[in-house]
């Protein structure tokens, strides 16, 4: 399964929000620029492919609907989700996101790393030692 995730430092509603703005940008940019890759019909603004919004495109909110993104605690909450519900077993993971610096992608990976990957691995070591 392909995510965006993004991991925030705080889980502060202006910083939940601002992650959330980042991924419903990202994701229509993605859905723009597929579209019109598809339709032969790409734009340039200063050099830079410049995706124009589309009739009938979807709303921003399902791109933040189908992405992972806030504190350490809510996205390991999300990834759990994901792997309790709907059984997803690998996820690949995309980070960088419209808008966001080089050191704002950096520190969402080291967040996934440090927080989010060590707390879903204890899950599944804590099924394993419980089932043998």
Do not use: C
């Amino acid at each position: 399964m392909n995510r965006q995730v993004y991991v925030v430092d705080s889980a502060s509603p202006a910083k939940i929000e601002e992650a959330r703005e980042s991924v419903m940008r990202r994701g229509l940019t993605q859905y723009r620029l597929g579209e019109a890759l598809r339709q032969g019909n790409i734009w340039y603004q200063a050099g830079k492919v410049k995706p124009a919004p589309l009739e009938g495109e979807p709303a921003p909110e399902v791109f933040a609907d189908a992405a992972v993104f806030g504190s350490p605690d809510m996205v390991i909450e999300q990834l759990r989700a994901l792997r309790d519900d709907i059984g997803v077993q690998e996820l690949n993971v995309m980070t960088d996101h419209g808008g966001l610096s080089f050191e704002e992608s950096r520190r969402s990976v080291e967040l996934l790393g440090k927080e989010a990957i060590p707390a879903l691995k204890a899950d599944e070591e804590s099924r394993v030692s419980t089932s043998v």
